[in-house]
């Protein structure tokens, strides 16, 4: 799915944990983060994780006592619904040095490479990250690499998983999701849909709109055009 707008005017970089909304350089080129999620009961059904470069480990994800809901990432995005990705070339990550626990591992094969993409293709182009940085300091780089990463994971970690019946529609499921998370209304949310081979259309994911600060947004309508889940859709 397209994703990607007009560049981002704010404030200089000052770091101090989570970034906030004043802290926005001037030339990230983007304007608002989306903290992605994946909705696993129907990414199972649907196989289309590997669209993401996600490599889905069924046998472990998709048990019935695993949590349905798991990070993804987080994005920077542009108002118009296009995205910046792919900004600097950078080297894999040295594990060793991430201090953040690793929220691929019960559901990805490739756990640890998915790390290194999403640092790769969405990091490096946020203000985490230095230019520069992994050659000249590397105990900064991997300071802010952890940042990247714990910031999203902490905000991650508060969100409350709703009970799904089997059939809904994406209104429904968007409204019990902000009953449960009064801090992303429906308005914050972006929820995305695949089919399986036999045409039946899940939920696949839920996309929170937020600011550098990790507040939730309304998402602007140049990615909600994108949205493909109207009507009922199966949840598993």
């Not at 990705?85 to 998915?114: E, G, K, Q």
Request: aromatic fraction near 12%; charged fraction near 20%; include cysteine.
């Amino acid at each position: 799915m397209t994703i990607r707008i007009a560049a981002l005017a704010g404030a200089l970089l000052a770091w101090s944990g989570v970034l906030m909304a004043a802290d926005m350089p001037t030339d990230t080129g983007f304007d608002y983060y989306l903290l992605s999620t994946q909705w696993i009961p129907g990414w199972c059904q649907s196989g289309t994780a590997g669209k993401s470069g996600a490599d889905l480990d069924a046998a472990q994800a998709c048990r019935a006592d695993l949590p349905p809901l798991m990070f993804h990432g987080l994005w920077p995005e542009r108002k118009d619904g296009s995205y910046p990705h792919d900004c600097h070339a950078v080297p894999p990550l040295d594990a060793a040095r991430l201090t953040f626990a690793n929220p691929y591992r019960a559901y990805l094969r490739n756990a640890d490479a998915f790390v290194d993409h999403e640092w790769g293709k969405h990091g490096t182009c946020t203000p985490y990250y230095q230019p520069g940085s992994e050659a000249h300091d590397a105990t900064g780089y991997y300071r802010q690499v952890n940042r990247y990463f714990g910031d999203a994971l902490a905000v991650f970690e508060q969100i409350k998983t709703p009970t799904l019946t089997e059939t809904a529609s994406i209104e429904e499921i968007k409204q019990r999701f902000a009953d449960l998370n009064p801090r992303y209304p429906v308005t914050a949310q972006f929820a995305t849909c695949d089919k399986n081979p036999q045409q039946k259309k899940f939920l696949t994911g839920l996309w929170l709109c937020v600011d550098a600060g990790m507040k939730a947004i309304a998402c602007p309508a140049g990615l909600m055009k994108y949205e493909n889940c109207q009507g009922d859709v199966h949840t598993r």
